[in-house]
């Protein structure tokens, strides 16, 4: 987690400690939802939350608009709307694999 958002991690590194301090670990990371570049940087024996992403599958149940459809779990069978990537197209009754964490959720297969 980086700013309170689930990261990939893209690159680590370690500097070495100083005369003064500990090493340093410079992490960057891509958001998982959003996308957006993150970096942190921090002792490397500080502690970082690992955040618990669910992959799901689901079908879909209708599609609103081009950016949103609504997507019915399959293992709950709870109906929830999902905003849909735009390289992704989507018709009613396509299964999709998506993934979910508290209230965020991203469609990555179709």
Same mark, same amino acid.
């Given at each position: 987690?980086?700013?309170?958002?689930?990261?990939?991690?893209?690159?680590?590194?370690?500097?070495?400690?100083?005369?003064?301090?500990?090493?340093?670990?410079?992490?960057?990371?891509?958001?998982?939802?959003?996308?957006?570049?993150?970096?942190?940087?921090?002792? @490397?024996?500080?502690?970082?939350?690992?955040?618990? &992403?669910?992959? /799901?599958?689901?079908?879909? *149940? $209708?599609?609103?608009?081009? !950016?949103?459809?609504? @997507?019915?779990?399959?293992?709950?069978?709870?109906? &929830?709307?999902? /905003?849909?990537?735009?390289? *992704? $197209?989507?018709?009613?009754? !396509?299964?999709?694999?998506?993934?979910?964490?508290?209230?965020?959720?991203? &469609?990555?297969?179709?």
């Amino acid at each position: 987690m980086m700013d309170d958002e689930p990261c990939k991690i893209t690159a680590y590194s370690t500097a070495k400690p100083g005369k003064h301090g500990s090493a340093k670990a410079r992490i960057e990371g891509k958001g998982v939802f959003d996308g957006q570049k993150r970096s942190l940087s921090q002792p @490397v024996d500080a502690k970082i939350w690992v955040p618990i &992403i669910n992959r /799901k599958q689901g079908q879909v *149940v $209708s599609v609103e608009s081009a !950016d949103v459809a609504q @997507v019915m779990d399959l293992e709950t069978y709870e109906t &929830i709307t999902i /905003k849909t990537p735009g390289d *992704v $197209s989507l018709s009613p009754d !396509d299964e999709i694999e998506y993934l979910e964490m508290e209230d965020q959720r991203k &469609i990555i297969e179709s």
